[in-house]
Nanobody
Framework: QLQAYGGGLVQPGGSLRLSCAAS????????IGWFRQPPGKERGGVSC????????YYADSVKGRFTISRDNAKNTVYLQMNSLKPEDTAVYHC??????????????????WGKGTLVTVSS
């Protein structure tokens, strides 16, 4: 199972690092994506990374502020979020899939979904 960690309350301009970990699940064989669902809105892709880490995709709204990375030895994928804005407030999920990174993020094309973590950006 997948589980996202690291959410919380942060002020605008602040930073958070989310982690995606798995039990009985080897993340290294999958592309991994971070998705978010703001209050009252649909879920959308934020950032996705290939199994090797060599290919990444970012939604336009987070380019230059968020960085996705993975440590397959630790079976963990990270999302470093800097310069957070109130509009980044959402439940963040990680998910695993077999598809290309852009496909996964743009079309919610993941095969396995984890429980989310709430990120609230507010002063």
């Amino acid at each position: 199972q997948l589980q996202a960690y690291g959410g919380g309350l942060v002020q605008p301009g602040g930073s958070l690092r989310l982690s995606c970990a798995a039990s009985q699940f080897t993340l290294g064989t999958y592309a991994i994506g971070w998705f978010r669902q703001p209050p009252g809105k649909e879920r959308g892709g934020v950032s996705c990374i290939s199994s090797s880490g060599g290919s990444t995709y970012y939604a336009d709204s987070v380019k230059g502020r968020f960085t996705i990375s993975r440590d397959n030895a630790k079976n963990t994928v990270y999302l470093q979020m800097n310069s957070l804005k109130p509009e980044d407030t959402a439940v963040y999920h990680c998910a695993a899939g077999w598809g290309a990174t852009r496909y996964m993020c743009v079309y919610n094309g993941a095969d396995y979904w984890g429980k989310g973590t709430l990120v609230t950006v507010s002063s």
